[in-house]
């Protein structure tokens, strides 16, 4: 019998019972959690945990599928058909699938052999993999795979276990907290970008491996294709593998998240003798389909070289890779963009200008050609269009570059709150880009918050008379700190305050230090109420 699994209180004896009472609060609460949210899996009827509505997954996909797509190299339009005849193939297998979903099917400008799907039925194929494929049924097997893991609610399931990780991290906090230890973790916001990208990236389990590859040949019979094709697919994939290094496109793409294995071979060989081989293979319908495609594929090759090029500052080849890819196929933005973006790694703005506008007058949907653009006008001293390309860059998709200019912009004319909401967003990356905007928002809100960048705490020293201890939680040097030492009552106002205390050193950041609070030993009673303000701190030159 199927039954969703209630993890057991913890066993272990913890110290005190103001913990206890809070451990139990927060386990009751996650344990009303985890029956509300037993469930059945549409795709297997297995019950399990779903704490995702579907409601919820199909706003998921709504909602991070065209960042997704910005992300990994927008929309495949230089051949419209391709797209098209990868939705009729992907629908032809979403009419057969156990759950309806709103199923949607794009093609990505993208060389990465990769396919990946989103909670909501949302699905993407590259380019890449497009020509590394032999038929239509092994279009069929990759199309069918990532339908299930969408209508199966792996993606789903990922952040269900996500949200079970942060209750147990909830608790362990209250303990944290309670023993006296400091619990003010810097949170993390995660943007619509950083979010789809962790998505699309998730490893899926061997059992969902499995379980996606039996239900998709499933759907592929259902469908009148061979599912043998998804054994030959599986053999090929294993090949590429085990020739590892040669192979580094498949190891960063589809295989990363999609691991081959002789295991799933085995296991496609069974399942395609218990649905019967034969059906349809669709060879010379996906050859004369993605011809177009293969004849275009040398300007493609190209371009990956250029930008191979390009990343080993070798920007003399890659500037002539890139201009014979252009020469090859005019019609494709991204060999324009990356004249642009091979021209501004040198500092060469307006040389770039004319290879942007080719890109967007060709692509003006993609968010790359902007956001190089944008820089290079700003640069140039063109704020005004900087701004509007960088603004629709930012639209398209988030990223630091973007959100740190156009902080500088706003911070230039004095809009502080603007800019002060630009250089956070641009903090979370961990990009050069997210440090430079980090180190902005440190000059700007230092001194008017203090304490958001330095913590402050009492301790006693062992004399018995009481320290100040400080903390740089910035991410720059920071110096000539004041804190003031100041008793509270319960409800946590001030009553009593001591004189100013100077920290003049410069700390770096994590950095600590100490210095005497000036007010001796105090009783028990008095140090139970004493806090540190933190009134200033500026940065260090």
């Known amino acids: ?3 969703c699994r209630i993890p057991p209180p913890p066993e272990e004896t913890l110290r005190g019972a103001l913990i206890m009472r809070r451990l139990r609060l927060v386990g009751f609460v996650l344990v009303a959690a985890l029956v509300v949210a037993c469930g059945v899996n549409p795709v297997t009827g297995k019950r399990e945990l779903q704490f995702i509505s579907e409601a919820q997954e199909i706003e998921m996909g709504v909602r991070y599928f065209p960042l997704t797509q910005q992300s990994e190299g927008g929309e495949f339009i230089v051949l419209p058909e391709i797209s098209e005849y990868v939705s009729d193939v992907g629908q ?9 979903l709103p199923y949607e099917f794009v093609v990505l400008n993208n060389s990465v052999p990769n396919a990946w799907a989103l909670p909501g039925g949302k699905i993407a194929i590259n380019r890449g993999l497009l020509v590394a494929l032999e038929n239509e049924a092994e279009l069929a097997a990759v199309l069918g795979h990532e339908i299930v893991h969408a209508a199966a609610r792996h993606g789903a399931r990922a952040q269900e276990r996500g949200t079970l990780l942060q209750a147990g991290l909830a608790i362990a906090q209250i303990g944290a907290a309670v023993g006296g230890v400091d619990s003010n973790v810097a949170g993390l916001m995660i943007g619509g970008a950083s979010v789809g990208a962790q998505l699309i ?3 899926y389990s061997r059992d ?8 998709g040949m499933r759907y592929m019979k259902a469908a009148g294709y061979d599912p043998s094709a998804a054994v030959t697919l599986q053999k090929t994939f294993v090949r590429l593998a085990e020739q590892g290094g040669r192979q580094q496109s498949w190891l960063e793409g589809l295989f990363a998240s999609h691991p081959p294995s002789t295991e799933r071979v085995d296991h496609n060989e069974r399942t395609a003798d218990e649905l019967g081989r034969g059906g349809e293979l669709g060879v010379e319908r996906y050859r004369a389909q993605i011809a177009p495609l293969q004849t275009l594929q040398p300007a493609y090759d190209k371009h990956d070289r250029a930008v191979a090029a390009a990343q080993q500052e070798d920007y003399e080849t890659a500037t002539r890779l890139a201009s014979e890819a252009v020469e090859a196929l005019p019609s494709e933005g991204r060999f324009h ?5 091979i021209a501004v790694s040198q500092e060469q703005y307006r040389a770039a200008i004319p290879h942007y506008e080719k890109a967007i007058e060709l692509n003006p949907d993609f968010f790359g050609s902007y956001l190089g653009g944008g820089i290079a006008q700003i640069e140039l001293g063109d704020r005004e269009r900087g701004e509007e390309w960088l603004t629709k860059s930012l639209d398209l998709l988030p990223t630091a570059p973007a959100a740190y200019h156009l902080g500088n912009l706003a911070r230039e004319r004095g809009e502080r709150d603007k800019a002060l909401q630009y250089y956070k967003a641009a903090a979370d990356s961990q990009s050069s880009f997210g440090r430079r905007a980090a180190m902005e928002l440190v000059r700007m809100e230092l001194p008017q918050n203090p304490d958001r960048y330095v913590a402050a705490a009492a301790q006693v020293g062992p004399n018995g008379r009481v320290m100040v201890v400080v903390e740089n939680r910035a991410p720059v040097p920071i110096t000539d ?5 100041v008793l509270v009552d319960r409800g946590g106002r001030i009553v009593q305050q001591g004189a100013p205390v100077r920290i003049s050193r410069t700390l770096a950041p994590q950095e600590r230090a100490a210095g005497d609070a000036g007010i001796g030993v105090l009783p028990p009673e008095q140090l139970a109420g004493l806090r540190m303000r933190v009134d200033a701190a500026r940065v260090a030159q």
Do not use: H, W
């Open 92 to 100: 032809r297998l979403a009419a057969v699938a156990d759950r309806e």
């Open 208 to 215: 969902q491996e499995l379980e996606a590859d039996r239900y």
């Open 1 to 3: 019998m199927n039954s």
């Open 481 to 485: 700190i004041r804190v003031t030492p």
């Open 337 to 341: 963009q990356l004249l642009g973006d």
């Open 201 to 203: 990236q998730t490893k």
